[in-house]
Nanobody, 128 residues
Framework: QVQPVASGGGPVQTGDSLRLSCTAPGRTFRFSALGWFQEAPGKDREVVAAITWNGENTKYADSVKGRFTISRDNAKNSVYLQMNSVIPSDTGLYYC?????????????????????WGRGTPVTVSS
């Protein structure tokens, strides 16, 4: 099974912007809520943003609220994470995955084990 692939990461400086993309083959993302996760060095993977299947609802972790924006293009089977005003604690591997629908409406879940269809991550390194 071909995995979704995240891209767009790289080394940046504090205050810079990045746009991450994640594209899945076929119908992997269709009608699914999607999320972006950060795996910071030495820490567990945590969700930072989620979006409903139609893009109408989003939720963010407090650490990124006001700086990151999640969006999607269902015609392209893709989900995006616009990262603005990045800070060193944003450093880590970023992954996309399907998440339970209520993560994007009620509130982000705590366990990454509830997510499915993990893509290959893309690294983000923010220097001060």
């Amino acid at each position: 099974q071909v995995q979704p692939v995240a891209s767009g990461g790289g080394p940046v400086q504090t205050g810079d912007s990045l746009r991450l993309s994640c594209t899945a083959p076929g119908r992997t993302f269709r009608f699914s809520a999607l999320g972006w996760f950060q795996e910071a060095p030495g820490k567990d993977r945590e969700v930072v943003a989620a979006i409903t299947w139609n893009g109408e609802n989003t939720k963010y972790a407090d650490s990124v609220k006001g700086r990151f924006t999640i969006s999607r293009d269902n015609a392209k089977n893709s989900v995006y994470l616009q990262m603005n005003s990045v800070i060193p604690s944003d450093t880590g591997l970023y992954y996309c995955a399907r998440v339970p629908p209520d993560w994007a409406t009620t509130g982000l879940g705590a366990s990454p084990f509830e997510a499915e269809s993990w893509g290959r991550g893309t690294p983000v390194t923010v220097s001060s």
